[in-house]
T-cell receptor
Framework: GAVVSQHPSRVICKSGTSVKIECRSL??????MFWYRQFPKQSLMLMAT?????????EQGVEKDKFLINHASLTLSTLTVTSAHPEDSSFYIC???????????FGEGSRLTVL | RKEVEQDPGPFNVPEGATVAFNCTYS??????FFWYRQDCRKEPKLLMS???SGNEDGRFTAQLNRASQYISLLIRDSKLSDSATYLC????????????FGTGTLLAVQP
C-alpha cells in the first residue's frame, strides 16, 4: 500500500487563486520531504526540500514566495502555489524517505491546471 | 551539461527482445544510483538500486561504472507491461543529499 499520500490528485483553479497540496507519510515519520514538479515529457525537477520545524530549502530559480512550503509535523508537508497562473500548470509530486538513505517513496502526484 | 543524461528514446522493441538503457552523470561525488520506472501520468516507483558490483533482479540487470560515470539497465525478454519511462536517478550525498533525475527513456514494447 501507499506509504506517502498526496492530496488532491487533481485540481483546476482560476488564475490568481492559491492552491494547497498536502503530502503525508503514512507509515513513518519524515523529517525531510521533497517537492518536485514535472512538465509534460520532461523529468522531475526538484523544487525544494521541506524540513520539519524549519524553513524549506529552495532550488535555484524557484520562488519561495510563490511556492510556500510548510512542514509543521513529522508526517505532513504542504505546498501552496500562491496567485497561480497558467504557466504553473504542472504535475507536482512529493516524496519522503523513512530513514537517511532509504528508498524514496513518492506520493501519487497532484495535477494542477490553472485556467 | 546536465547532471544526469539519458537517451530519451523512444525505444520501440518487440516482445521478447533485450533492450539496454544508458545513463551518464556529471558529478563524480555522486554516491547512490537508482533506476525508477514511471508509467504515464503516474508517480515514479523504484525499480532497483544500482551497486558497483552490478545487480540483477529477474529480467533486469543494472550496472555501474564509476570510472566512466555511467549506469546501465538491461531488460531481457521484454514484456508488454515493461512499457514505461525509465528514470536514471543519482543521489548527491553530503550537504544536499538529494536525488537528481534524468529526463527518462521511453520504452514501448510491441506485441
Amino acid at each position: 500500500g501507499a506509504v506517502v499520500s498526496q492530496h488532491p490528485s487533481r485540481v483546476i483553479c482560476k488564475s490568481g487563486t492559491s492552491v494547497k497540496i498536502e503530502c503525508r507519510s503514512l507509515d513513518f515519520q519524515a523529517t525531510t520531504m521533497f517537492w518536485y514538479r514535472q512538465f509534460p515529457k520532461q523529468s522531475l525537477m526538484l523544487m525544494a526540500t521541506s524540513n520539519e520545524g524549519s524553513k524549506a530549502t529552495y532550488e535555484q530559480g524557484v520562488e519561495k514566495d510563490k511556492f510556500l512550503i510548510n512542514h509543521a509535523s513529522l508526517t505532513l508537508s504542504t505546498l501552496t502555489v500562491t496567485s497561480a497562473h497558467p504557466e504553473d500548470s504542472s504535475f507536482y509530486i512529493c516524496s519522503a524517505r523513512d530513514y537517511g538513505d532509504g528508498e524514496l517513496f513518492f506520493g501519487e502526484g497532484s495535477r494542477l491546471t490553472v485556467l | 551539461r546536465k547532471e544526469v543524461e539519458q537517451d530519451p528514446g523512444p525505444f520501440n522493441v518487440p516482445e521478447g527482445a533485450t533492450v539496454a538503457f544508458n545513463c551518464t552523470y556529471s558529478n563524480s561525488a555522486s554516491q547512490s544510483f537508482f533506476w525508477y520506472r514511471q508509467d504515464c501520468r503516474k508517480e515514479p516507483k523504484l525499480l532497483m538500486s544500482v551497486y558497483s558490483s552490478g545487480n540483477e533482479d529477474g529480467r533486469f540487470t543494472a550496472q555501474l561504472n564509476r570510472a566512466s560515470q555511467y549506469i546501465s539497465l538491461l531488460i531481457r525478454d521484454s514484456k508488454l507491461s515493461d512499457s514505461a519511462t525509465y528514470l536514471c536517478v543519482v543521489n548527491m550525498r553530503g550537504a544536499t543529499n538529494k536525488l537528481i533525475f534524468g529526463t527518462g527513456t521511453l520504452l514501448a514494447v510491441q506485441p
